[in-house]
């Protein structure tokens, strides 16, 4: 018996040191990784209660104003594309949100969507910026429409990319990364053992078009949310999703001029979600590209860019009116 547990133990001791050896990731340095990933646009910005957001503020300074937020365990880099399209002709502010990128952690510890549309909005009044266009892919979009109900005369159009809050079917199989933010034990070993693999695993299971799928955008990934502070505040987010669904019921009060921009092959929020939308939200507009996944900003750059400057561009006589974008929506 005692033979039988020295085994157990030592496979155990094995099966610990080969876990640690395959994953082990300590936090990066902040200073590499603002030196890496920040750019000579961005800048950081003392929001107030010791919380400093990393934004960039490109473009045409005297443009329409849109405001771009990432999707979950995503940073601004994603908005790239849209920003080298639409930069000529508008003010383009995009931001990592608190718990991402070279952001980190909100220091209150609060994930919910009043502190995702406060930190935003604390910032956006600290740039001056009073009207503009919001956009949002995934949590970011989720982010979008919370804000549209917070601040409905602050927003010229509100444009869902991909966005979360529709019901999910509990059987989908989601991308590795978000499996294992959800699972208790898992995503407190994630506080440390984080390998790049995983990241390039959820990456290329969230997208369709996997040019998108590059060494430097796996690094990315994997650096920033190493960024010391995010891999927590990611635990602390996914714990309290159970009640992001709590405005659903609201939707139909939102008078914003409405795009819904979706990938028709979006494995992490089914194409469903814009149908849900579009029913849900008085007069929206949805444009659906085939074969693309998730991340339509990326993988379809230059349809989805052309297609949001179409809608930024047409006059609405009034709320709720909103013309035809063509076949697709």
Do not use: C
């Amino acid at each position: 018996m005692k033979r039988a547990l020295k085994w157990i133990l030592g496979l155990l001791l094995l099966a610990v040191i080969a876990l640690f050896a395959w994953g082990y990731s300590p936090d990066t340095d902040p200073a590499a990784m603002k030196a890496k990933y920040a750019s000579a646009a961005s800048q950081f910005v003392d929001v107030g209660g010791g919380l400093t957001m990393h934004v960039r503020d490109e473009g045409k300074q005297d443009g329409p104003v849109l405001v771009l937020l990432h999707g979950s365990n995503a940073s601004l880099h994603t908005w790239e594309p849209w920003v080298a399209r639409l930069g000529g002709k508008y003010r383009i502010i995009s931001l990592d949100q608190i718990g991402h990128g070279l952001t980190g952690p909100n220091p209150t510890g609060q994930y919910d969507s009043a502190a995702f549309v406060g930190t935003l909005d604390a910032l956006l009044t600290k740039l001056g910026v009073t009207r503009f266009a919001l956009a949002g892919n995934s949590m970011g979009g989720y982010v979008a429409w919370e804000y549209a109900l917070a601040h409905p005369g602050k927003l010229t159009h509100l444009v869902l990319v991909d966005a979360a809050g529709p019901p999910q079917d509990p059987s989908k199989k989601l991308p590795i990364g978000f499996r294992i933010a959800q699972t208790p034990g898992l995503n407190k070993l994630a506080l440390i053992i984080t390998p790049r693999s995983v990241f390039e695993t959820s990456l290329r299971q969230s997208v369709s078009n996997q040019a998108i799928v590059t060494p430097a955008a796996i690094d990315r990934y994997w650096e920033l949310n190493r960024y010391p502070g995010n891999r927590k505040a990611t635990g602390l987010r996914f714990a309290g999703y159970s009640g992001r669904e709590a405005n659903v019921g609201r939707l139909g009060e939102i008078k914003t001029p409405t795009l819904i921009l979706w990938g028709a092959e979006d494995k992490l929020i089914p194409v469903s979600g814009a149908d849900w939308f579009a029913k849900a939200i008085p007069g929206a507009q949805k444009i659906v590209y085939p074969g693309i996944g998730h991340l339509p900003m990326e993988e379809a750059a230059d349809r989805s860019a052309a297609d949001l400057d179409a809608f930024l561009s047409n006059p609405f006589p009034s709320p709720g009116k909103l013309p035809s974008l063509g076949p697709n929506g």
